[in-house]
């Protein structure tokens, strides 16, 4: 046997210990091994990232990596990331205020920008996003901008599997501009401690990305558990359980003037929502100066929901009077929806209302499909109720509904 062969790399006073044994087997496994350096770990990490010799990157089980500047790891190649142990995000506010990567859609920051094709994300570690101190900061200061904890960004042929995200600061995972996109038995926690809450911790925001799967996962959080946002099509949610979020959500869409928002061809099933403001929704601005876009061939189907305030929901008047919605109605098209196999109970925070589908008059909503909403309020509020306006709707349940073409 030949001594182990130990490559430190000297790079900002950090070093990263590369190792196997024997040496040639080092390069053949081509494994290199990160371990804690006391202080910053991302030139570490980001070295090891673009060392073409490191097809695999570990990071042991009790390592924690400590995470003080922010990593572009974009234009990657055939990269395995084995997270066993920890990547957490320093709680340094006003570092990453300053310095956190940033997107225009929506204001959104980044600790960490993770892309390039043939990538694996898995291992059964955890990203730790120290997200407590960011709730409280945001809760006295609402101009906060607080980072994204993952953004997969151009990404394709990417999967992230059995991996941890605790305490994300804001949104958990952003796809944007991806391409055959896959997460897979995730865990999420976004849960405040104190009396702050974890506010915008949406589980999934997909933006501008083609071909994306999320299925088996677990999320606890406070905001949307998956959101569709302009441009995301092709998109399977399946067996997620979500807990405290305000569910799964297309858009909200249409909102800057001159846009142009799809979302298409998109199957949200076998989803467990509990103790959520909504179950499944689609939300399109309406009113003077705002974008336009498409909704189209949208499938919710197997959903049981537990405690839900709005277990199904349409609003193409997002964020709109109705005066305004009927003077400006939407330009985002609804067409081809299909609410099926609905079931549950609602909160009760709309009495016996539990389901409500609300289009922008002149024929804007069409081909909007119910069938199997068994969804009931607490008994107090008697029978269930179901509401709409300016929908053509159709399935077994569209009786339940009444007629929806008033205009008021
Ligand atoms: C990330 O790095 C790539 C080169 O690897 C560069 O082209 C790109 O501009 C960088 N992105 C940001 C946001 O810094
Ligand atoms: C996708 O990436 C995986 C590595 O995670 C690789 O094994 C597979 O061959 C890639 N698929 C394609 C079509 O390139
Ligand atoms: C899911 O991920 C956890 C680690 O977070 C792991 O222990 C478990 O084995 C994974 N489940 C499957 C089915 O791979
Ligand atoms: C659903 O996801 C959970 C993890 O949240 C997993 O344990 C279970 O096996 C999955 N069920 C199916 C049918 O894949
Ligand atoms: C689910 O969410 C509710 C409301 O946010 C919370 O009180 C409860 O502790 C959560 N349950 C679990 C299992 O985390
Ligand atoms: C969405 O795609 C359409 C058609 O390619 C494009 O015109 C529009 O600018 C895109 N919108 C966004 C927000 O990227
Ligand atoms: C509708 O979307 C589903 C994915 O949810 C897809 O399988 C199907 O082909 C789409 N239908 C049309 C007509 O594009």
Not at 205 to 211: G, L, P, V
Not at 228 to 243: A, E, Q, R
């Amino acid at each position: 046997m030949r001594p182990a062969l130990v490559r430190v790399y000297a790079l900002a006073a950090t070093v990263y210990t590369a190792f196997a044994s024997p040496a040639l087997e080092h390069r053949a496994s081509g494994i290199c091994t990160l371990s804690a350096s006391g202080s910053d770990d991302a030139p570490a990490f980001l070295a090891s990232a673009s060392d073409a010799s490191c097809s695999t990157i570990t990071i042991p089980s009790g390592t924690t990596l400590s995470i003080r500047s922010k990593m572009n790891m974009t234009g990657l190649t055939g990269k395995h990331i084995n997270l066993q142990g920890t990547i957490k995000f320093n709680p340094d506010l006003d570092y990453w205020t300053d310095n956190a990567f940033t997107f225009d859609f929506q204001d959104q920051t980044a600790f960490w920008l993770l892309g390039g094709k043939n990538l694996l994300l898995d291992g059964g570690g955890t990203l730790d996003g120290s997200g407590q101190a960011w709730y409280d900061e945001f809760a006295k200061d609402d101009s906060v901008v607080r980072p994204i904890l993952l953004t997969l960004f151009q990404a394709t042929n990417v999967t992230v599997q059995n991996i941890n995200m605790i305490n994300g600061p804001e949104w958990i995972n952003f796809v944007n501009e991806g391409q055959d996109v896959t997460f897979r038995n995730i865990t999420i926690s976004a849960v405040s401690t104190s009396k702050n809450a974890a506010k915008n911790t949406d589980g999934w925001d997909i933006f501008r990305s083609d071909n994306v799967v999320i299925e088996d996962s677990t999320i606890n959080n406070g905001d949307d558990c998956v959101s569709f946002k302009p441009n995301s099509t092709n998109i399977l949610v399946s067996n997620l359980s979500c807990n405290g979020s305000h569910g799964i959500s297309v858009g909200s869409l249409g909102q800057y003037a001159g846009e142009y928002d799809i979302v298409q061809n998109v199957l949200a099933t076998n989803i467990r929502m509990s103790n959520a403001q909504n179950g499944a929704r689609i939300k399109a601005w309406a009113g003077k100066n705002v974008g336009s876009g498409i909704v189209k061939n949208i499938t919710f189907t197997g959903f049981v929901e537990t405690n839900v305030d709005n277990p199904v929901v349409i609003d193409q008047c997002y964020e709109t009077s109705d005066s305004d919605c009927a003077k400006y109605p939407s330009n985002t098209y609804i067409q081809d929806i299909w609410f099926d196999d609905i079931s549950g109970t609602s909160s009760g925070k709309e009495k016996a209302v539990v389901a409500s589908l609300s289009c922008s008059p002149d024929g804007r909503c069409s081909n909007v499909n119910v069938n199997g909403i068994t969804v009931t309020p607490p008994s107090k509020y008697g029978d269930a109720s179901f509401e709409c306006q300016n929908v053509e709707l159709s399935g077994d349940d569209a009786s339940l509904f009444g007629t929806c073409d008033t205009t008021d």
